[in-house]
């Protein structure tokens, strides 16, 4: 493996992830979409704080910052962000403060959305909460929080800045290159292969590293991300530049192709963070078929369109949906859901 993903275990890590995550079938899934063999990975159940993909990220990042003797880490997310519940609670497994800086980034939410879910973990943990009102500016965003680390720095602070741009070393999406040799192992194990594999594609990390990491060990299945924050002509080139970056921090050739990079943004409408029939729908579905959890942000919208792109697959199609975790957001759509199953 070694030799295959470049220097990417010369990177120092925090052990944060229980690994691997089981890969488990949907059989009542599989019957309602009617001609394909499903099956989950569950990466839902990577142990920290209610688990999530953000885990794998984060033991690269927190792994930089303990080599560099930070005591303090600072992010920027969405309000009902995952990344920033999960970097909170790793920041006090690892004895660390926590600034969270929460983008005012889906328009006219509840009072639920602004203290549930995610953000009342955000206080559990003791981050010192700061807030952006824009949305959509990651440069302002990082500028901001730069700021906030200065100060901190004044303080006497040592501090460690997560960024949200693009432009800097996808340090996380080393996680998920990590994660395509584990399921790789998982389907050499269990003599089986995926024709198809769906990942929620949001900031883009998990995505370009699993796509660069199966590629990288030579396995061809095909890696669909379905799009949860912007149209698939920006995501496509949002993915086609980690791959590149990764390339860069590996110290190797791209094994990323164009061909490779698969997008669907079918179900993005109207947009980041907000529902729509289909999503709801997925909500239900994993929730009374399989158990399963998934939030109307990421993992339900990359759900139903798992579902769609199974119903449409030729017969005996064998295809595993990434989840990402993420169930704490499903509080802060509470009157939403309410309505929804009532």
């Given amino acids: 493996m070694t030799n295959r993903l470049g220097r990417l275990m010369q990177f120092p890590r925090a052990e944060l992830a229980h690994k691997p995550t089981p890969i488990d079938q949907m059989p009542n899934l599989s019957v309602v979409v009617g001609n394909t063999q499903l099956y989950v990975k569950r990466d839902d159940c990577t142990g920290l704080a209610f688990g999530g993909n953000k885990v794998r990220q984060l033991e690269f990042y927190l792994g930089e910052a303990v080599a560099q003797s930070a005591d303090t880490v600072l992010i920027t997310g969405a309000i009902q962000s995952n990344f920033v519940r999960l970097t909170a609670a790793a920041s006090c497994k690892l004895g660390m403060q926590c600034h969270i800086q929460l983008e005012d980034r889906v328009a006219g939410v509840d009072k639920a959305y602004k203290n549930s879910g995610n953000v009342l973990l955000d206080r559990m943990f003791g981050a010192n909460l700061h807030y952006y009102d824009k949305g959509e500016d990651e440069i302002g965003a990082d500028r901001r929080i730069r700021s906030i680390a ?6 006497g602070r040592r501090p460690y800045i997560i960024p949200l741009a693009p432009g800097h070393p996808p340090l996380g999406s080393l996680g998920y290159v990590l994660s395509a040799q584990e399921t790789i192992n998982q389907m050499e194990t269990n003599n ?11 900031s ?6 699993l796509l660069f990491g199966l590629r990288a060990l030579n ?22 530049s980690h791959c590149t970056e990764i390339a860069r921090l590996l110290e190797m050739n791209s094994p990323v192709e164009e061909s490779d990079i698969n997008l669907n943004d079918d179900f993005l409408a109207p947009g980041y963070g907000k529902t729509n029939p289909p999503t709801m729908k997925a909500v239900k579905l994993a929730a009374q078929m399989e158990g399963l959890i998934v939030d109307p942000t990421y993992t339900a919208k990359s759900m139903a369109g798992f579902i769609d792109i199974a119903r449409c697959a030729e017969p005996e199609r064998v295809m595993l949906f990434v989840h990402t975790g993420g169930q704490p957001a499903i509080f802060g759509y509470e009157p939403k859901l309410t309505e929804y199953f009532t």
Avoid: M, N, P
């Fill in 150 to 155: 200065q100060s901190l720095k004044e303080q």
């Fill in 219 to 240: 396995c061809d299945v095909k890696v669909t991300g379905i799009c949860v924050r912007r149209d698939a002509v920006a995501q496509r080139k949002r993915i086609h």
């Fill in 192 to 202: 089986f292969r995926f024709d198809e594999i769906v990942v929620a594609s949001g």
């Fill in 204 to 209: 883009g990390h998990t995505h370009a590293g």
